[in-house]
């Protein structure tokens, strides 16, 4: 007897369990052809109504094909006039959603439905609207020795704060190289190939639609060229020629300061007021990335004092997620060439290990 009566008890809590289970997938929807689905109403979006069954996943169903709809709990419920109604939703006839709210029911054309959310939960358009940083510091070390020995190594970090409005990045990198000739019978000479650090930030809003301003500021060293300190600020507005989940192309104008003192005994320092224009393309897949960016800031007072800056860059991620590698090439052109220098154009081929964390 006491063996059925725990039998008993195990049935009566699988009932019970099954029935909170029913109870907790009472959304309903009605099609045209009779077909009803049960589940819960996870998103109206005016064209469509997408319900999760516990048998099929989530059921897309045309708002045009449903005859009735109904909720068991409340959801919130945003129009097209930015309105958001909170209650247990019906459709009370083709094409009209009511929605049973604390103050008295809304009706709306459900074509009008832009969005829909659980209630309790966050406001999508606010989590959208949340900032979130993204770090990424990286690093690469090559070298060689035999009849030269040549040594390179460079450091960056990137810190960035996005949202689907803005987007502020903070980053900083020092790059050094050393190359050691060997001639037979002669000492070694050691020369340095590269000496040079950055640090800026670069500011952008999307404040409608493709359109946007920004604000960005670099300042930086280069010893190989002389240049004992430089500074970069610009501002201005930018247009998304192209704008999708996967492809963007952004134009940039403005205008910016260009200033640069040099370590040159004699030589006089660069400052001047400056046009300041740039193309900026992204490119993200499943399995890849790539970035390309090229900039020309001439003088407003001489266009053949300028700089033309321009980056191109792939980038894979490895099997752990955190790492990536970087693989690219960068130009820097500049008109007239400093003191000391003695070529207008820079050209950098880099490989990088990445590591991201959030």
């Known amino acids: 007897m006491k063996k059925l009566s725990t039998l008993a008890a195990l049935a009566a809590l699988s009932l019970a369990f099954s ?16 077909s009803k689905f049960v589940g819960k109403v996870t998103q109206i979006d005016g064209a469509s109504v997408v319900l999760a069954t516990g048998a099929a996943g989530d059921v897309k169903i045309k708002t045009a094909e449903i005859t009735s709809l109904a909720t068991d709990a409340p959801i919130n419920v945003r129009l097209a006039d930015g309105t958001v109604a909170l209650g247990s939703a019906t459709m009370s006839a083709p094409g009209t959603l009511v929605v049973a709210t604390a103050k008295g029911p809304v009706s709306a054309d459900i074509g009008k439905v832009t969005q829909t959310w659980a209630a309790g939960a966050k406001d999508p358009e606010l989590v959208k609207r949340e900032r979130h940083w993204n770090y990424e510091a990286g690093t690469n070390i090559a070298g060689r020795t035999g009849n030269a020995e040549q040594f390179s190594a460079s450091l960056s970090f990137r810190a960035t704060l996005k949202s689907s409005f ?36 670069d500011y952008q809003n999307n404040f409608s639609g493709r359109y946007s301003w920004y604000a960005r500021d670099e300042l930086g060293f280069d010893r190989v060229k002389n240049i004992s300190l430089y500074n970069t600020a610009a501002a201005g507005f930018g247009y998304d020629i192209v704008k999708t989940a996967v492809d963007t192309l952004t134009f940039r104008a403005g205008l910016a300061h260009l200033y640069q003192r040099y370590s040159t005994a004699g030589a006089s320092n660069m400052s001047t007021l400056a046009l300041d224009t740039g193309l900026f393309h992204d490119l993200k897949m499943k399995t890849w990335s790539m970035h390309n960016q090229i900039t020309w800031t001439p003088s407003t007072k001489n266009f053949n004092t300028c700089i033309i800056a321009h980056e191109s860059h792939i980038e894979l991620p490895l099997a752990d997620p955190h790492w990536k590698f970087n693989i ?3 130009n820097v052109y500049q008109t007239p060439i400093p003191p000391g220098a003695i070529k207008r154009l820079d050209t950098t081929y880099f490989a990088r290990l990445i590591l991201s964390w959030k």
């Open 19 to 34: 029935l909170a289970a029913g109870t907790a997938l009472a959304d309903t929807v009605v099609t045209k052809d009779g």
């Open 166 to 201: 803005d987007t502020l990045q903070l980053y900083t990198g020092y790059d050094y190289g050393r190359q050691t000739a060997k001639t037979p019978g002669a000492p070694s000479v050691a020369t340095k190939s590269a000496d040079q650090g950055r640090a800026g930030a």
């Open 328 to 330: 690219g090439i960068s």
